[in-house]
């Protein structure tokens, strides 16, 4: 049932042609030999070069923007500012919604009346040259009144906190009812989420322990290699085509058509290839600047971003203050627990503290549960999703605790998650049953594992176990599949290729059809060329598109099988498939797949078709880690010995791709754990926006990651797959804390574990 | 029932929303700014530019080839010859099949034993320069052993001929059955067809009048005006990925699949814009070339033709020598008719004279019938597709006989073919029963236009009326549609739109929908992103496409009357579509298709479909001129006065685009007809070729064409539709022949009828 590191396919997909296989990946060669066009690598005749002024205050009133000098420069085409967006001067949105209002999509890519953070948009620039562009951006004369900011969760929850958007009052959701109210309270607060199960009192009265601990966690990035880069082109007829590196141009599609205000069918979004996105690039920030800056220019006009400009302009992963209470009875029964989350949503309201509400007990059944989540508005910038957005932070409020309180009643840490483990039908905290998942077969894969069974072998060592839970919906994918004479198809989709989805999703589709993955012959396309198709996120491509891909190529099996019939001159209904055979009741006569494709242009003709999904989704997914430090009393400086990353996959429809999902979130979570975080000065601003001073782990940092593959075949999926692509980030969080904690004997709530913190926690450790 | 040029819409269209309008084309803007891409706008990294050396003799044997010395020059990456296709050292092809043989498609682009026509390729050479390319060329040593040529039809047909190919025997297929046979003799006939009705002895001996006439028509080029340009990049990983400008990127595929001896699945094939085809680019030249250059030097590789190179190195339409004989008593009957007719087929076996044998009797109904039509080799280019292939040639040889026997039987000469018009039921020369189509309804239409009943007002002046017949089968289309949040949506195909064929098709997926012409975006898709789709020929895509457009439109609806079904509560098969509105059979609600799509999200996710059809053809079709002209009897020149012309369009789905199909059409005609012409040396060499010496008219050369739309709808097609692409260029060959014939008492029958044609035949009747 588990799978490690590189090990041959495991039982359960033994009986799958293709699913379970390690094929090269389609887009394998392009990548090694530079053919892949990414973002930046853009060419068009006449291509124009942007560049884009940003607010160097983090909270100020624009009061006029001068750009007669930079309009003047020779060899600039066009200079952009709020006022070249019809809608801010649009009398039709009401400011008083902060829901889904496209003013403030607006808003977030072009500063209107006030800047909100330093980095937001103020003002960009065409250019013939990117040096004349830049040289413009010097020339533009912005007047501003600078306000005070508000940079911290606390000061930004405060009663009297000045107001980062003077509209926007509380939504208060109760998460066991369908919809939410506004409380008409004017606040940072943009929204209260809570969830409730049972009545805490009654819970915690039942306890013999109970602990209660405050946690924080820090801003990070998430760390793509590729800048955002844009280019656009804005034809005479009103038709805009977008090329753009991004986890979703359909989505792009839409933001820029609420943005833009213009129909979504006169945008064309090409999506390049993308240097990595783990939810940051699933919004929009350059594509409506280049796209007016196109306009105005009457030719194309690409923006790439510096790196500091990634960092200071585009959204990170939220920063935390959260406090955690559990009780449980002596035998090991959790009896209550209660969650206080408040997430930072930068400038504009959206953080992922909805994911961290509903995920951060996930695997634990709690009957009475209270769950209050804060969505907080500051002066920083707008943060993004990151890689099971919110659900590191929650996991890592939530294992300590579990663990401390295991520890407290003498019960081993994975013993006691397993006597509290959520099964088939418990109540998720928002009411719904859990379906079936690896939560059992997880933990006691954890506990029996000869990393947890090896006992540490040295000083300054201490091992951290915690757990991940998230849980994942589904979203709308598209399929096209045509039939080649030559028994290899063509497969199209609108899923943009993050982490080896072509292939993923390929392998699905020849199972279906009893060919090779090498049969199989993806792209990616266009919003014009493949049904809506939503983000490349939330672990969905291989599910979501996956099972566009089998309904597509179930349809081709229908198709041939009229084929089939008329072959043998007999009934469709005689004609049934089997593993790449059609076979004829009747006489049992057979045909491949591939000798009936050879036949289709004589039987009708050629036969493709094309579905539109709306999937299930994947629902529950667990993961888990091992971990093993030493930590350097002088230097504060965390060695990691050992890690074990174990998740349920479901099916391992690719086990390459799984296993460097496993290893690439652990290491993200290692990083958040261990080194990377924004250091701000007092007025907002970053201190450390390059890759030399923002600290992610290198190749030196990390150990082998050793990974445990666990199926537990997902009953709402063909192939039994989960969406595998972010539980792997979110253990490591608390099991290094945990980890780091047991090997210096203080207790570590709070992000990042850099030297100097450990320093400072062995020092109080001596006073 | 008839249209003149840009009246408003007919009567017949107007109970259609968007087929009879005159939307502007989805693909206008793109053309007339200069942003679409065609052939030669290709650019790539690291591009090399690929140069053709051509044979200098018309027929040689390549004793050997040395290219040490060009691929020693400094910036040479690769030079190919025959060598380095691998089909010309496999055995496993039998040379003594002609008939779709690949090494005979191989040889066509690359000589391997002999080149066989002044300009057949011999090497092509890859370098980082054009100019480097051409400095090659001249460095590679070829060693030729000089054979005699076969340069006209009679010499070829000779039985002591020299054999063009050692191993080509005459395939016999007489039409009225299914196949034929080869007869084992050879000979530089590569087949012979023969159409046989009733009994011709009988019908002669019936007739009261007959007349038997000898015709010949010289070679033309098509005359488009983008040359060939190919590119190709063959990746280390064996997929060939192809930029051409085409009539048709899955035929290229297949043809380089089989030259190049790998899997149709492995090429992709891109299709760029296309500047003019008129048939010739429905064939492979360069891109078998480019691609094996691109293998050997690692790099992507771009074929550009020069103008000579196109007149020299591609296939013009073929010179004929043909004999026509028909018989008809006094009341204008006809008896029986006797054709004869040799088209050069140029180097390969392939004229279009099977569409002259089956068309060039087309619109009369005569019993007693005998065509043989023979397909004839020699020393000269490779002939191709021009506009209604063989089917211009063939009409000017019959419809100079039936205008002398009705003037020969004082019947007017439309009187006299109303007389004979074919009708519904009656055989076409392969024993099918003809379709209902337009004939008396065009002949009626040009007895009774004004032009017709206009006289002639001076002296040297003449008249001339004829008609065109043709025929056209079905291939196969495919279309996939996505259907946008606001109402539109979009539409792929894999049709090169070469005369305003995505406008065409998209109105028909709008008229299904219920939506505007504006409201489809339609896109022309590479072999990866679409089912297969057979060439922009054949004047099919509209019909063909079109009805694929169809397919999939109404499958979008049966799709959506599922989601308002959903929304109502209801059966499906409770919802009705009539005219854009969805109607809930209960309660009598409707929604429009813009309304049901903005509500798709939330009933299902969206909706998208491909379909593939084989078309039924659209059949029959029927053209007609009416042509005045004055001779100057001191020059020679012939000036066109007036001229009208007819067509049986069908449905004009978009009646500008007709106009501008029969206009087109007619100009073609009138340049073959008057001044175009290969003037060869004794050699074979072309004399010709450049645009400066090859004649086509100007619009100095040709009046106003009037244009007459009859439209007598298709019952193969849901809205009428005819294939209007190519009839318009037949008539105006033996209607010109007639009119200068009129003008200046001397009979006309051999092609061109250039100024010192028409001196001779003066002085001819002057002696």
Redesign the interface.
């Known amino acids: 049932m588990t799978t490690t590191t590189n090990s041959p396919r495991s039982e359960e997909t033994k009986k799958y042609g293709v699913v379970g296989t390690r094929p090269i990946r389609h887009d ?3 990548k090694v ?1 530079g ?1 892949a066009k990414y973002g930046a690598d853009i ?1 068009l005749p006449g291509i124009l070069h942007g560049r884009v002024l940003r607010s160097p205050y983090a909270h100020a009133r624009i009061k006029s923007i001068d750009t007669t000098k930079a309009e003047a420069l020779t060899g600039v085409t066009a200079v952009v500012t709020s006022k070249d967006f019809p809608i801010f001067s649009s009398t039709a949105i009401d400011l008083a919604v902060t829901q889904g209002n496209p003013r403030l999509l607006a808003e977030h890519i072009m500063a209107a009346g006030k800047a909100l953070y330093i980095g937001h948009t103020v003002a960009a620039v065409a250019a013939t040259s990117p040096h004349i562009a830049e040289q413009a951006l010097g020339l533009i004369e912005v007047d501003y009144e600078v306000l005070t900011p508000v940079l911290n969760l606390k000061d930004a929850m405060k009663e009297d906190a000045p107001l980062i958007h003077d509209d926007l009052t509380t939504y208060f959701k109760l998460e066991r009812f369908a919809r939410g109210d506004d409380t008409g309270a004017k606040s940072n607060i943009a929204s209260h989420i809570q969830h409730k199960l049972g009545d805490i009192d009654k819970g915690f009265a039942e306890a013999d322990v109970i602990v209660e601990r405050e946690f924080s966690t820090q801003t990070v990035h998430q760390g793509y290699i590729e800048p955002h880069a844009s280019t656009a082109t804005w ?3 009103g ?1 805009l085509t977008i090329w753009t590196c991004t986890q979703g141009h359909f989505a792009i599609r839409s933001s820029c058509s609420a943005i833009l205000d213009i ?3 006169d945008i ?1 979004v090409v999506p390049t290839e993308i240097g990595g996105g783990f939810g940051a690039k699933a919004t929009t920030y350059l594509e409506p600047l280049a796209a007016i800056l196109s306009k105005k220019s009457g030719r194309p006009v690409k923006i790439v971003m510096t790196r500091k400009e990634v960092f200071e302009g585009t959204g990170p992963a939220s920063s935390t203050l959260m406090r955690t209470k559990i009780g449980a009875t002596k035998d090991g029964k959790i009896t209550a627990a209660q969650l206080w989350m408040a997430f930072e949503a930068g400038a504009f309201p959206g953080s992922p503290v909805g994911g961290a509400t509903l995920c951060a007990t996930g695997a634990y059944n709690i009957e009475n549960l209270l769950v209050d989540g804060y969505d907080v508005v500051l002066n920083k910038q707008k943060v993004q999703a990151y890689r099971a957005p919110g659900q590191p932070q929650g996991a890592f409020s939530v294992e300590p605790v579990i663990d401390e309180l295991a520890t407290k009643l003498g019960i081993d840490p994975l013993e006691f998650r397993l006597r509290n483990a959520v099964k088939e039908g418990d109540r998720m905290p928002n009411g719904v049953p859990h379906p079936v998942f690896g939560v059992k077969e997880l933990e006691e894969a954890m506990r029996d594992h000869p990393h947890y069974q090896t006992p540490l072998a040295g000083p300054n060592q201490g091992r951290g176990a915690a757990i991940g839970y998230r849980w994942q919906g589904g979203q ?1 994918s ?1 399929a ?7 028994g ?1 198809i ?1 497969l ?1 989709t609108g899923s943009v290729d993050i982490g080896g989805s072509r292939t993923a999703v390929a392998m699905q589709a020849a199972e279906i059809l009893g060919i090779s993955a090498e ?1 199989v ?1 993806p ?1 990616v ?1 266009d ?7 939503a983000n490349t996120g939330g672990s969905r491509t291989a599910f979501d598109t996956g099972f566009a891909a089998i309904r597509a190529a179930e349809e081709a099996i229908r198709l041939m099988k009229a084929r089939a019939a008329l072959l043998w001159e007999t009934e469709e209904g005689d004609v049934t498939f089997d593993h790449g055979t059609f076979i004829c009741g009747k006489t049992e006569d057979t045909l491949s797949f591939k000798d009936l494709s050879a036949r289709l ?1 004589r039987t ?11 999937s299930p989704g994947s629902g529950p997914i667990i993961a888990g880690n091992i971990v093993d430090v030493a930590v350097d009393p002088e230097t504060g400086k965390v060695d990691i010995l050992r890690c074990t990353a174990f998740m349920d996959v479901g099916t391992a429809v690719h086990p390459a791709y799984v296993e460097g999902q496993i290893q690439g979130g652990t290491v993200q979570g290692i990083g958040w754990a261990l080194n990377e975080g924004y250091f701000y000065d007092e007025n907002g601003g970053m201190l450390n926006s390059s890759f030399l001073d923002y600290r992610m782990p290198t190749a030196l940092d990390v150990p082998m990651i050793e990974t445990v593959m666990i199926e537990v075949p997902n009953p709402k999926h063909p192939f039994g797959l989960r969406g595998v692509g972010e539980a792997p980030i979110i253990p490591p969080l608390p099991a290094l804390a945990i980890a780091v904690s047991n090997a210096i004997g203080v207790p570590m709530r709070h992000l990042p574990l850099t030297p100097d913190v450990i320093l400072a926690a062995l020092e109080s450790r001596g006073a």
């Open positions: 394998g060669l392009d030999i053919a060419q034809a005479g007829d038709r129909p979504e069918s064309k709308a598209s096209t599949i045509a039939v080649n004479t030559n290899t063509n199209i049969d012959y792209t396309v919003t014009d060329l493949v049904g809506y198709t242009m009708g003709g050629p036969i493709s078709c094309s579905v539109s999904t709306n």
